[in-house]
């Protein structure tokens, strides 16, 4: 679902719950620093690190506004409905 901001690869899920983020750890952790030490898997840089959460913040951004924008025009049809009854 892309809207007007384009937001490709926001998933489509807007009310379904968040599921909680674990850390690697242990076994995991050591198995994927030790292929990036033999250069069979790159490093994230550090820019890469800071803009995954900024694109994860969009994309709830623009789920919420997409909300809003919905919200809006269910009660504007609302109180147009309201009135052209009376």
């Known amino acids: 679902m892309s809207g007007p901001g384009g937001a ?20 995991a952790f050591a198995g994927r620093q030790a292929e990036q030490d033999r250069g069979k898997r790159p490093s994230q840089t550090s820019e890469e690190g800071e803009l995954k959460p900024l694109e ?15 919200a809006s025009s269910y009660f504007a049809r609302a109180e147009l ?3 052209s009854k009376s």
Do not use: M, T, Y
């Not at 490709?8 to 076994?27: D, I, L, N, T, Y």
């Open 8 to 27: 490709e690869g926001c998933g489509q899920r807007v009310a379904a719950p968040r599921k909680p983020h674990f850390r690697p750890s242990g076994c």
């Open 81 to 83: 409905d309201r009135w």
């Open 56 to 70: 994860r913040e969009s994309c709830e951004l623009q789920q919420a506004n997409e909300i809003l924008r919905k």
